[in-house]
C-alpha cells in the first residue's frame, strides 16, 4: 500500500535465528494457535521497550516452554519442574541489577511448584513471573491440572472434574493476593487482540515495578493449548474467551506498593554484628590477597569418613580469609560410613557463577575408585594428588601431572588415620602454592576446639608440607611403580 512500509521482524529480544533443529530455524516448537509463543512476543517486546534486554534473565520452567532459552536472546537458566521461582530469587539476589522473570505453566507453578511460588510471593522477592494457565497439562499429554475446570475431561480425569474427587479449580491470582507482601496480581487472557493488548501492558507494567525496585510481581496469562483440547485455533482462543474466562475472571486482583514494617528488607546490622563474632578482616588483606593466593577449581574425592567435605570446607575458609570469592558444593550418597564423598571447591578473585566444577584443575584423589572415576576430568596440564604411596597398576596418568602423597600412612605415623585429609591439604598448599599455609594454622585453630587434635593437626601440616618439599621432585610425574621422572 502507498505510503506505508510493511515491516515484519522479530523484537531484538529474540534471536535471529532459534538453533535448535538446522530445518526449523524459522519456526517455534509452539503448535500452531499456542498461547506460549504470543506471551513470548509480549515478553520480548516489553524487554526492548523498557530497554533492560542485556540485563535480563529467564528462567524457562519443565513443560511445553521448555525450549525458551532457544528464542529469548537474554541470559536463560532452565530449571526443575516448578523451581522457578526459587531459582528466580538466587538469580536477583546474586545479581540485583538483573531483571528476573520465572515463566511457568499451571502444571509447573500451580501443581508441583505451589510451595515455591507462594513462599517467593510471600517474601516480596523483586521478579517477575509469567503464569500461564491453559487449564491442563500440556508437554505431557494432557493430565489434569489444579487449574482444569469442573467437568473438562483430562486424561486423569476420563469422567471430567469432579470437584468431590479433584476438588475445584485453584485460583492462584486469587490465593497469592492473600498474602500481604506482592506488589502487582493480574490476570489477562489471550483470547482477543483488546484482552491481548492487555496483557501485552500488564507483562511490560510487571517487568516496570521490577526495574523499579518494587516488589514482587505475577501475571496470570489465560491461554490456548489447542493440540491438548483437540480444537483448531481459532476454536480453542474462543474457548479461552467464553468457558475459561468464566472461572477465572480478569482483573487486577494487587496493585499497589510494596509496604513492609519499619527496616523492612535492611538488616540493622552487618552479619558479624549479628553473629557477635569478630569480622577477622586480616591486615592489609588485598596486598596480601594478590600476592600469595591464585585461583583454582578443586575436586576432593574419597569415601565418607575420610574428611572429605571437611576438607573442602577448610580450603574455602581459607581463601575466605584472603578475600577471596570462593564456593564450597558437595555431594555424598546416603551412606554415613564408606560411600562415596566429594567436594568441589573453587577459589577465585572474581565472582563466581556455578560452584560446579566438571574440569577440576586439581583433582585430590582420596583413594583408588575416585581416582578412576574422576582422573579423565582433570584439565589438561592439571594435577592429581593421590593419597598412596604409588599409582594402580593399569593406572594411565592421563594429561595431568600425578603426585603420590601416601597422606593416610603419613597420618598413620602420626597418631590418628583421621588426619589424613589435613595432611593432604598442606600437600596441595603445598604443591599449588594456591594460598599461604599460615592461613591453614589460623584457620584450623579456630575451628578445631579440642586441644589435642589441634596439635595433632598442626603436625598433619607440617607433616604434608614436608612430605611435597622432601619427597617430590620438581616436575616429576608418578608412575606406576611409583615416584619417578
Ligand atoms: C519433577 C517432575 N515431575 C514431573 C515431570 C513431568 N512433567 C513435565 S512437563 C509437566 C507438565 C507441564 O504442564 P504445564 O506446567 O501446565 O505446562 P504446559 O506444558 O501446559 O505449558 C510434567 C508433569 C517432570 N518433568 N519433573
Ligand atoms: S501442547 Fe498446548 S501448550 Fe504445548 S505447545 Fe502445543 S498448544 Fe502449546
Not at 535480563?56 to 519443565?62: F, G, K, M, Q, T
Not at 594428588?385 to 594402580?392: D, F, G, S, V
Not at 603419613?410 to 604443591?431: F, H, P, Q, R, T
Request: net charge negative; charged share 20%; with cysteine.
Amino acid at each position: 500500500m502507498e505510503g506505508y512500509q510493511v515491516i515484519h521482524q522479530k523484537s531484538p529480544a529474540f534471536y535471529d535465528k532459534y538453533e535448535r533443529k538446522a530445518e526449523l530455524q524459522h519456526q517455534t516448537h509452539y503448535c500452531p494457535g499456542c498461547g506460549h509463543g504470543i506471551v513470548h512476543k509480549l515478553i520480548a517486546e516489553a524487554l526492548t521497550d523498557l530497554g533492560v534486554q542485556d540485563r535480563a534473565i529467564l528462567v524457562s520452567p519443565v513443560g511445553c516452554s521448555v525450549f525458551a532459552y532457544y528464542y529469548f536472546d537474554v541470559g536463560n537458566v532452565q530449571v526443575a519442574h516448578g523451581r522457578a521461582p526459587a531459582a528466580a530469587t538466587a538469580l536477583k539476589r546474586a545479581n540485583p541489577e538483573s531483571i528476573v522473570m520465572s515463566y511457568q505453566g499451571d502444571g509447573d507453578l500451580a501443581a508441583i511448584g505451589t510451595a515455591e511460588i507462594i513462599h517467593a510471593a510471600n517474601r516480596g522477592e523483586n521478579i517477575c513471573v509469567f503464569f500461564i494457565n491453559n487449564s491442563i497439562y500440556g508437554m505431557t499429554g494432557g493430565q489434569m491440572a489444579p487449574t482444569t475446570l469442573v467437568g473438562q475431561v483430562s486424561t486423569t480425569s476420563p469422567w471430567g472434574r469432579r470437584p468431590g474427587n479433584e476438588g475445584l479449580p485453584i485460583h492462584i491470582s486469587e490465593l497469592l493476593s492473600a498474602l500481604e507482601t506482592p506488589t502487582y496480581i493480574e490476570r489477562v487472557a489471550l483470547n482477543d487482540m483488546k484482552n491481548i493488548m492487555k496483557a501485552k501492558k500488564a507483562i511490560k507494567k510487571a517487568l516496570q515495578i521490577q526495574k523499579d525496585g518494587g516488589g514482587f510481581s505475577l501475571v496470570e496469562i489465560l491461554s490456548p493449548c489447542p493440540t491438548i483440547l483437540k480444537m483448531d485455533p481459532v476454536v480453542a482462543r474462543k474457548w479461552v474467551g467464553e468457558t475459561l474466562l468464566k472461572t477465572f475472571p480478569l482483573g487486577v486482583f494487587r496493585d499497589r506498593k510494596l509496604e513492609l514494617p519499619e527496616g523492612g528488607k535492611v538488616p540493622h546490622k552487618t552479619l558479624a554484628e549479628a553473629l557477635e563474632v569478630d569480622e577477622g578482616v586480616p591486615e592489609e588483606p588485598t596486598t596480601r590477597r594478590h600476592t600469595h593466593t591464585r585461583n583454582l577449581g578443586v575436586k576432593i574425592a574419597g569415601f565418607g569418613g575420610q574428611g572429605i567435605l571437611l576438607m573442602g570446607q577448610l580450603l574455602a575458609e581459607m581463601g575466605l580469609r584472603e578475600h577471596m570469592e570462593v564456593s564450597w558444593l558437595p555431594s555424598y550418597g546416603p551412606e554415613m560410613r564408606s560411600g562415596s564423598a566429594h567436594c568441589h571447591v573453587t577459589l577465585s578473585h572474581d565472582r563466581i557463577g556455578s560452584p560446579l566444577i566438571s574440569q577440576p584443575e586439581v583433582l585430590v584423589a582420596m583413594n583408588e575408585l575416585s581416582l578412576h572415576k574422576f582422573a579423565p576430568s582433570v584439565v589438561s596440564g592439571g594435577l592429581i594428588l593421590y593419597n598412596h604411596t604409588h599409582l594402580p597398576e593399569g593406572f594411565s596418568a592421563p594429561q595431568a601431572r600425578v603426585v603420590c602423597v601416601p597422606a593416610s600412612e603419613i597420618a598413620d605415623k602420626l597418631g590418628s588415620a583421621k588426619v589424613a585429609n589435613v595432611v593432604m591439604l598442606a600437600a596441595l598448599l603445598e604443591e599449588t602454592e594456591c594460598l599461604p599455609a599460615e592461613s591453614a594454622i589460623s584457620v584450623l585453630e579456630t575451628t578445631v576446639r579440642n586441644k589435642k587434635l589441634l596439635e595433632l593437626d598442626k603436625r598433619a601440616i607440617e607433616a604434608g608440607r614436608n612430605y611435597v618439599d622432601t619427597e617430590i621432585e620438581v616436575g616429576a610425574v608418578a608412575q606406576p611403580d611409583g615416584y619417578s621422572y
